[in-house]
């Protein structure tokens, strides 16, 4: 996998983020999006030797498309400049736990989770952690985990107490969140070295518990 194609073309992306531009640098695209591929395909194997629900899933249908919805946004540049991935029992992580890969320069990391879930599953995640806290301090605690992860991610959280949970609540923090990520940072160089898989794989099984526990929340 020749990341530095791939990281090489993203800066220059975000330098030239216009159509015209794009389609004058179409080959060089599709040769970044035909290495993220396959890397996508070597990464899901080794998720799948420890999370076999995800065999059979085509690494090609992973990768997220380059073309932004600009729709309702502010910002009309038509193309993301990164290239991520989600790895998920039905595919990309739709209103299901599961792994995620991003590449992107300077800001390159992998993580875990589940994104924004909707009413009702976020309902039956904040159940479970009422009853089920416990295990899932002992799942945020573990070395392993805390090795790579310093815990949920804050980005997506409650200013004010969730509705039917009380302010005291020994784990009011984690139920304020409306998303439960967890992710770990990679710098450029680290990405292009070759034990870069060895490393994403690693911090994957050390969440493999916590996507454990969001699944069975949501069944």
């Known amino acids: 996998m020749d990341f530095q194609h791939i990281l090489k073309f993203l800066k220059a992306l975000a330098r030239n ?6 389609e004058k640098n179409k080959g060089t695209y599709l040769e970044a999006k035909e290495q993220f591929e396959q890397f996508v395909g070597k990464f899901l194997q080794e998720l799948i030797s420890f999370n076999p629900e995800l065999a059979g899933l085509n690494p090609k249908k992973l990768p997220f498309r380059i073309y932004r919805d600009v729709r309702f946004s502010k910002n009309k540049s038509p193309y993301k400049t990164n290239m991520g991935a989600g790895f998920s029992p ?19 990391f992998v993580a875990g989770g589940i994104y924004m879930p909707n009413p009702e599953n976020l309902s ?17 605690s573990d070395k392993k985990f805390k090795k790579w992860f310093p815990g949920f991610s804050e980005w ?5 107490v969730p509705k039917g949970y009380s302010k005291e609540h020994p784990r009011i923090e984690w139920l304020k969140n409306k998303s439960f990520i967890v992710s770990h940072p990679f710098t450029d160089a680290e990405v292009i070295d070759k034990k870069f898989i060895k490393k994403i794989k690693e911090a994957s099984q050390a969440m493999r518990p916590l996507i454990g526990f969001l699944k069975e929340a949501i069944a």
């Not at 990309?92 to 590449?103: F, M, Q, R, S």
């Not at 039956?124 to 945020?140: A, C, M, S, T, V």
């Open 17 to 22: 983020n216009n159509r015209e531009w794009f």
């Open 90 to 108: 039905n595919g990309k992580l739709v209103e299901e736990p599961g792994y995620y890969l991003h590449i992107e320069p300077g800001g390159c």
């Open 124 to 140: 039956k995640i904040r159940q479970e952690i009422d009853y089920n806290g416990d295990r899932l301090g002992k799942i945020l």
């Open 156 to 160: 997506d959280k409650l200013k004010t």
